[in-house]
Structure formats: C-alpha cells, structure tokens
C-alpha cells in the first residue's frame, strides 16, 4: 500500500507537467490568425448629386435701410396772428396737394394795413402831380423872365420834383409789403405731401417764426443702402459727372445707355404683413461712408402713396426695409448652392463612383448660391447632401439610379436558375441580334414594365372620360 502510493504521488504531478508542456508546444506551433476581408468596393452611402451646366445668371445684390423723404420741411408762421381756420387735412399723417391752404390766421390788422398804405400812396401821389405843376409854371416863369440865361435845378424844382417821386415810391413799396403780409396769413402748401407732425391748432395766437408742423414730400421716398465692396463689381451703378448735362445733350442715345445702368430694386418689409415695393437705383453718394467704409446707393420708390401703384400697407417714414437690386448679368457662370460648399473652400463631386474633395473659388456668393470660377467644370456631378468627416475616395450611389453592377448580379442569378434548354435559345436569340444574354434579359423586362403600365393609363384615361 505504501509502495503504490508513492508512485501514484509522482506519477500524477509528472503526467500533468507533461501535459502542460504539450498544450504549450500546441499552442505556440499553432498561433491564432485572423482572417481580415478585403475592404468592401460596395457603396458606402447614397448622395443627391447635379449635373453642373453653364447658365446665364442674373446677380441678385441684397441690402437693407430706412426710410427717408425726399425733402422734409418745417412750417413757419412769417406773420403774427389768430388762427382761425385750419383744413381738414391739417393733422398728422393728412395729405395735401401743392397749393392747399393749411391755415388761416385773422387777417383784419392786415388788411386796414393795407388800407393806410393804399392811402398813403394816393397822399405821395397827389403831392406828385402838384410838384409837377410847380415845376412847369417855374420853366415858364423862368422863360419870361430869364433873360436867355439857362436856369439851374433850383429854379426848376428838380430837388422837391425828385423828393415827391421818392415818396411815391415809398408809399408802393409800403403798400407791397402789407399786401404780401396779407397774403402770408393764408398758410400754403409748397409742394403735394403730408403731415409728419403737427404743433398748432385753431385759437392759437402765433408770432413770427412759430413752428406750425413738420410735412415731407409724397411723389416719392428713398432709401439709403450699403453695398459690400465684394458685391461692387457686379453692380449696375448710376455714376453721374460734372459734364453729365452737356453729353445728354450731344449725344441722343445717352438716355439708354444711362437707363441701362439704372439697377431695379424689391424692396419689401414684413412690418404689416408680407409689404412689396419697386422701386430703381437712382445714383451713389459721393464718398465712402467712414464707419462702415462700405459706398452707399440711394434707391427711389416713385408715387409710395398711390393706390394705383402701390397696393396693400403704405410704407412710413422711418420703416427699416430689406432690398434686392438687380446687378450684372454672368455669363456661361457655374453656379452652385451655398449649402454645398464646406469651409467656404471645397466641395464634393462624384467621380466613377467615388467621392472625391474639390478645392474651388469662388467668383461671388450670397446666402444661397455661389458662382465658381475655379476647381469644378461643365458636367461634374456635384454633391448636395450634407456629410461629415468623409474621406476622399469612398465609394458612393448617386440617388435615383441603379448601380450597372446590380443589374449584371441579378441578371447572372437568373441565367443560372434557368434552365440548360432555355438558356440555349436565349443564347441562340442574342448571338442573332449581336447582344449579351443579360442585355436580352433587361430588355424582356423593360416589355413587361411597359405593357404593365399601358393597361393602367388606358383605364385612368377611361375614368377621366
């Protein structure tokens, strides 16, 4: 018993040291290895993709301002007095057209003005004539007793002669004045426009040089806008000089050719609703704004005020309003969405069925279309779907079309599930028409698409009857 166990108590440790070393040998002489695929040339992604095409584009400018009036004016009281009319229109926000009269003060002081200088007038008058009588019976007297002698301006009166002719004239000039006084008590409109402000009313007493109310002009507005320096070269811009008035009048064609460099304007605000203007560019200021440094135009909207014009809201002084004017035209220009474009340096074409990074630049861009003078060409397929960190190369399906190696794998699974006999007709048909037994294949069924549709349009056709 003692015997036995001691072998066995060798034994087991040395069978299992034995076997340890054998599992080692194993493993070492088999290393695992790992069976990697090829990479995949399946597409990866689907994209929506472009034709690029040469177009004729029409550059869009956009901008925004205020509005302004053409001429706002202050009325002034130029004479004392009672207010004793105003017109209806007279309050803020009336209409007047060139010549109403606005108000009226009480006119009666004037008026028996009017009268003493009137009277005045006939007293200088009458002083006048009797000075005049004066002067001939002196020629006469002067005559007859004068000896031949010439007679000096005293002798003749010609002093008191020229001093009653001074007062005539005094008095007419008096009786102007008081007249236009009169006149001045009638408030007139100098121009067709509208009541920006209101400072009097009827009973009020005014003096000279009272403020009565702030009008502006109504037969149009305008608008100052910035234009970015970018935008300048593709701008129709109405540049006037200091000779502008003689060419226009030695050259009877300068009216097109300065109508043709007058840009259109929409000039549009969403203040009351959807509010929709035309107006035209109708010149640039003369300097580079400081701040900004940025040139401003100046559009004009004609008769903003018109119901014949001009439907829906009136546009307000003041209002802030967004423009897009009409620029250049850009020929055989390659445009492409804003949205396409990453980093504002490069884009996306798919060539052959892979991805491929284009760097390009850009001739002009606004918010939702740039032109491209440089980096894509007529006929590149260009991706408009937003992707991420994509690499250059990865194979990619342009959506709505079917890969040609699909077609191919179907037609292939088919032919094999055919039959031997039927495989040799078509064989037989396609060697006649010189085709493939794939492209026989593809045109069968483009047959059977087709009659399967006509059945459906002759009975929609039907219904329709």
Same mark, same amino acid.
């Given at each position: 018993?003692?015997?036995?166990?001691?072998?066995?108590?060798?034994?087991?440790?040395?069978?299992?040291?034995?076997?340890?070393?054998?599992?080692?040998?194993?493993?070492?002489?088999?290393?695992?290895?790992?069976?990697?695929?090829?990479?995949?040339?399946?597409?990866?992604?689907?994209?929506?993709?472009?034709?690029?095409?040469?177009?004729?584009?029409?550059?869009?400018?956009?901008?925004? /301002?205020?509005?302004?009036?053409?001429?706002?004016?202050?009325?002034?009281?130029?004479?004392?007095?009672?207010?004793?009319?105003?017109?209806?229109?007279?309050?803020? /926000?009336?209409?007047?057209?060139?010549?109403?009269?606005?108000?009226?003060?009480?006119?009666?002081?004037?008026?028996? @003005?009017?009268?003493?200088?009137?009277?005045?007038?006939?007293?200088?008058?009458?002083?006048?004539?009797?000075?005049?009588?004066?002067?001939?019976?002196?020629?006469?007297?002067?005559?007859?007793?004068?000896?031949?002698?010439?007679?000096?301006?005293?002798?003749?009166?010609?002093?008191?002669?020229?001093?009653?002719?001074?007062?005539?004239?005094?008095?007419?000039?008096?009786?102007?004045?008081?007249?236009?006084?009169?006149?001045?008590?009638?408030?007139?409109?100098?121009?067709?426009?509208?009541?920006?402000?209101?400072?009097?009313?009827?009973?009020?007493?005014?003096?000279?040089?009272?403020?009565?109310?702030?009008?502006?002009?109504?037969?149009?507005?305008?608008?100052?806008?910035? #234009?970015?320096?970018?935008?300048?070269?593709?701008?129709?811009?109405? @540049?006037?000089?200091?000779?502008?008035?003689?060419?226009?009048?030695?050259?009877? %064609?300068?009216?097109?050719?300065?109508?043709?460099? #007058?840009?259109?304007?929409?000039?549009?605000?969403?203040?009351? =609703?959807?509010?929709?203007?035309?107006?035209?560019? #109708?010149?640039?200021?003369?300097?580079?704004? @400081?701040?900004?440094?940025?040139?401003?135009?100046?559009?004009?909207? #004609?008769?903003?005020?018109? =119901?014949?014009?001009?439907?829906?809201?009136?546009?307000?002084?003041?209002?802030?309003?967004?423009?897009?004017?009409? /620029?250049?035209?850009?020929? %055989?220009?390659?445009?492409?969405?804003?949205? $396409?474009?990453?980093?504002?340096?490069?884009?996306?074409?798919?060539? =052959?069925?892979?991805?491929?990074?284009? @760097?390009?630049?850009?001739?002009?861009?606004?918010?939702?279309?740039?032109?491209?003078?440089? =980096?894509?060409?007529?006929?590149?397929?260009?991706?408009?779907?937003?992707?991420?960190?994509?690499?250059?190369?990865?194979?990619?399906?342009? $959506? /709505?079309?079917?890969?040609?190696?699909?077609?191919?794998?179907?037609?292939?699974?088919?032919?094999?599930?055919?039959?031997?006999?039927?495989?040799?007709?078509?064989?037989?048909?396609?060697?006649?028409?010189?085709?493939?037994?794939?492209?026989?294949?593809?045109?069968?069924?483009?047959?059977?698409?087709?009659?399967?549709?006509?059945?459906?349009?002759?009975?929609?056709?039907?219904?329709? %009857?």
């Amino acid at each position: 018993m003692s015997t036995s166990f001691k072998y066995k108590k060798i034994l087991v440790p040395a069978v299992i040291i034995i076997t340890t070393i054998a599992i080692m040998m194993l493993i070492f002489n088999n290393p695992p290895t790992s069976k990697r695929a090829k990479p995949s040339k399946a597409a990866q992604m689907t994209v929506a993709t472009t034709t690029l095409t040469p177009q004729t584009y029409q550059v869009v400018v956009q901008s925004f /301002g205020t509005v302004k009036p053409r001429t706002q004016s202050v009325l002034f009281a130029q004479v004392s007095g009672q207010i004793n009319q105003v017109s209806k229109q007279f309050r803020s /926000g009336g209409f007047f057209e060139q010549g109403d009269i606005l108000i009226r003060l009480d006119d009666r002081d004037h008026r028996a @003005e009017v009268k003493i200088a009137q009277a005045s007038l006939m007293s200088a008058k009458q002083s006048l004539q009797e000075e005049n009588a004066r002067v001939r019976q002196a020629k006469a007297d002067w005559k007859r007793l004068g000896n031949g002698k010439a007679p000096n301006a005293l002798v003749l009166r010609q002093p008191q002669f020229e001093a009653a002719k001074a007062q005539v004239l005094s008095a007419e000039a008096l009786l102007d004045k008081v007249k236009l006084s009169l006149e001045r008590t009638k408030i007139v409109a100098p121009y067709a426009g509208r009541i920006l402000k209101k400072n009097v009313d009827i009973g009020q007493v005014v003096s000279s040089n009272t403020q009565l109310a702030d009008i502006f002009a109504v037969d149009y507005v305008e608008i100052r806008l910035p #234009i970015k320096n970018k935008d300048l070269p593709l701008m129709k811009l109405p @540049e006037e000089y200091r000779n502008a008035a003689e060419q226009l009048e030695a050259n009877d %064609n300068n009216d097109e050719q300065h109508n043709s460099m #007058i840009s259109n304007v929409i000039i549009s605000s969403d203040l009351m =609703g959807e509010q929709i203007w035309q107006g035209k560019i #109708i010149r640039t200021e003369s300097a580079i704004d @400081e701040m900004s440094q940025q040139l401003f135009v100046v559009a004009q909207i #004609i008769r903003p005020y018109d =119901g014949e014009y001009n439907q829906g809201a009136q546009i307000k002084m003041g209002q802030y309003v967004t423009a897009k004017i009409t /620029g250049r035209e850009v020929e %055989n220009a390659l445009v492409i969405p804003s949205s $396409a474009i990453y980093q504002g340096s490069y884009v996306y074409i798919v060539e =052959g069925g892979l991805l491929m990074r284009k @760097e390009v630049k850009l001739g002009w861009q606004n918010g939702t279309e740039s032109i491209v003078t440089r =980096g894509l060409v007529a006929g590149d397929e260009l991706v408009l779907t937003s992707l991420g960190q994509v690499s250059s190369g990865t194979p990619v399906a342009i $959506a /709505g079309q079917t890969p040609a190696k699909k077609i191919i794998k179907a037609a292939d699974e088919k032919i094999e599930k055919m039959s031997k006999e039927r495989l040799k007709k078509l064989e037989k048909k396609a060697a006649e028409r010189g085709i493939t037994v794939e492209d026989l294949i593809a045109e069968r069924k483009a047959r059977r698409a087709s009659k399967a549709l006509s059945p459906q349009s002759s009975q929609s056709s039907k219904v329709n %009857n």
